[in-house]
T-cell receptor
């Protein structure tokens, strides 16, 4: 079983729709959870970072963490064509320097 | 602030050769991590440098080595290149904390192709 599972299947949505992405993980020691956005041929850009369980909102982006289910989500409201990118979930253990990433989800927002 | 910079952008090598990739961290950051991202995959942690020492290492062979300089910049060296080493190599910088890998900022990467 992989440490972090993220269904890489491409996701196409019309402009203005809500994008819903999620990851599951097996390591119960993970306490920090991040979402990165990666445009083609670029490095990942940190979008959201959450500690332990709960929700965090930043503009059109909402991150949710459910540690009991080992499940994290990212929601993008009012999606724009500029949101078209690959979204990577990442997580780490307290005091550990290694980020464990999912495979990434390619999102296409159609105008 | 220039952010994290990496050089070169692209590199083509043949099997058995050696390669050196370079990274300059974001201003004010003292820690550099290196990741390998194969096509269609998420980044995989190679190692992290802080105070010019390797502090943590992922599941990569000794062919992968690195260095950090007093100005916090870093190099990744890969010896005896294999076809499977073809990937995007990402450098991430951060500020060292006791809490571990918090906000890591990535550079644009170096795309290595091994023929």
């Amino acid at each position: 079983q992989k440490e972090v599972e993220q269904d890489p299947g491409p996701l196409s949505v019309p402009e203005g729709a809500i994008v819903s992405l999620n990851c599951t993980y097996s390591n119960s020691a993970f306490q920090y959870f991040m979402w990165y956005r990666q445009y083609s041929r670029k490095g990942p850009e940190l979008l959201m970072y959450t500690y332990s369980s709960g929700n965090k909102e930043d503009g059109r982006f909402t991150a949710q963490v459910d540690k009991s289910s080992k499940y994290i989500s990212l929601f993008i409201r009012d999606s724009q064509p500029s949101d078209s990118a690959t979204y990577l979930c990442a997580m780490s253990v307290y005091g550990n320097n290694r980020l464990a990433f999912g495979k990434g989800n390619q999102v296409v927002v159609i105008p | 602030d220039a952010g994290v910079t990496q050089s070169p952008t692209h590199l083509i090598k043949t099997r058995g050769q050696q390669v050196t990739l370079r990274c300059s961290p974001k201003s004010g950051h003292d820690t550099v991590s290196w990741y390998q991202q194969a096509l269609g995959q998420g980044p995989q942690f190679i190692f992290q440098y802080y105070e010019e020492e390797e502090r943590q290492r992922g599941n990569f062979p000794d062919r992968f080595s690195g260095h950090q300089f007093p100005n916090y910049s870093s190099e990744l060296n890969v010896n005896a290149l294999l076809l499977g080493d073809s990937a995007l190599y990402l450098c991430a910088s951060s500020v060292r904390t006791g809490q571990g890998a918090l906000e890591q900022f990535f550079g644009p990467g170096t795309r290595l192709t091994v023929l």
